[in-house]
């Protein structure tokens, strides 16, 4: 790796690792993410009941109840307002409610943790505009990302594991980038783009991944293959997104949620929801 570009890309991460003292045993720590399985024996892996967030006496969030089933695929929608990114606050850590529970597995409290111990321990957040090291090579980048693992500083300065390379390499096939791993991510399309930046959260092997409006700015063909690759992601990892474009979300809904007003006004196929009355006034329009 180029070294007057990897000093660049040092700059953009935390001097140090977080601390997890406080954390709960094994989370974050050890092995892979909280270095025991998640207690998901009843199938749900995510738990997120009563929350409610006020900025300024506006209600973002309104007694939200949400479930997601380990390795589910969830699509959230609803209009401009209704609390879907003040949610996704929530759960990375962001924010903190007034009230209310989340809960990962049985177990986790997560709003007892930090953003970075949240990420380090199993849920991957990709925002809207990819964040990713332009001036870095689409190897280099998947490279970095595996600092998350391990002290920082210690992973830029020491070669890669036999297996570390071979966890690259499943991720470029896995995003559609194998033929780019030596090519440099600012010169990637913008779809392109999204899928690095998903890979590097692949990278840190996330349970569950939050996924902010993927294909908003894609080619029709780029659509078509995030569509293809959150479906693959389904069943090994829980994905949740949330999306605007109807036709992308038809693609890949198995069960959808529409928030309005900081609460779930109702859940189910994209048929259900789209014939709703209720959906139909608030968000789908007549």
């Known amino acids: 790796m180029n070294m007057n570009i990897l000093a660049h890309a040092k700059q953009a991460l935390p001097v140090k690792d ?11 720590k050890d092995v892979d993410n ?33 479930y ?3 390795g589910e695929l969830r699509c959230i929608i609803g209009p401009n307002g209704a609390g879907k990114t003040t949610m996704m606050d929530v759960i990375t850590g962001k924010t903190k409610p007034d009230a ?46 595996t600092a998350s693992n391990k002290a920082v500083w210690w992973t830029l300065t020491k070669s890669l594991t036999g297996e570390q390379k071979f966890r690259i390499d499943e991720v470029l096939v896995q995003i559609g980038l194998k033929d780019h791993r030596y090519r440099n991510a600012g010169a990637l399309s913008h779809g392109q783009k999204q899928w690095l930046e998903i ?29 293809e690759l959150l479906l693959s992601l389904a069943g090994k990892h829980s994905v949740i ?39 139909i006034e608030v968000y789908l329009g007549e």
Do not use: C, W
């Open 68 to 70: 997601i089933d380990d």
């Open 241 to 279: 997104v949330v999306e605007h474009d109807m036709k992308f979300v038809r693609s890949i809904a198995r069960k959808v949620t529409v928030l309005h007003q900081g609460s779930v006004l109702t859940e189910g196929t994209m048929d259900q929801v789209q014939n709703d009355p209720k959906v």
């Open 18 to 28: 977080p601390d997890f003292s406080a954390a709960p045993t094994g989370f974050g």
């Open 199 to 227: 890979g590097m959260l692949l990278m840190q092997s996330p349970r569950v991944l939050l996924v902010d409006e993927p294909v908003a700015g894609m080619t029709g063909e780029e659509t078509e293959k995030t569509a």
């Open 100 to 145: 209310g529970s989340v809960y990962f597995g049985q177990q986790i409290n997560l709003l007892e943790l930090s953003e970075h111990q949240i990420a380090r321990g199993g849920i991957g957040r990709k925002f809207q505009k990819p964040t990713i090291f332009e001036a870095l090579t689409v190897y280099e980048n998947l490279e970095l990302a």
């Open 34 to 66: 909280f270095g025991k399985p998640l207690d998901t024996s009843k199938r749900t892996i995510l738990y997120v009941e009563g929350i409610t967030v006020s900025f300024d006496g506006f209600r973002a969030l309104n007694n939200l109840n949400l």
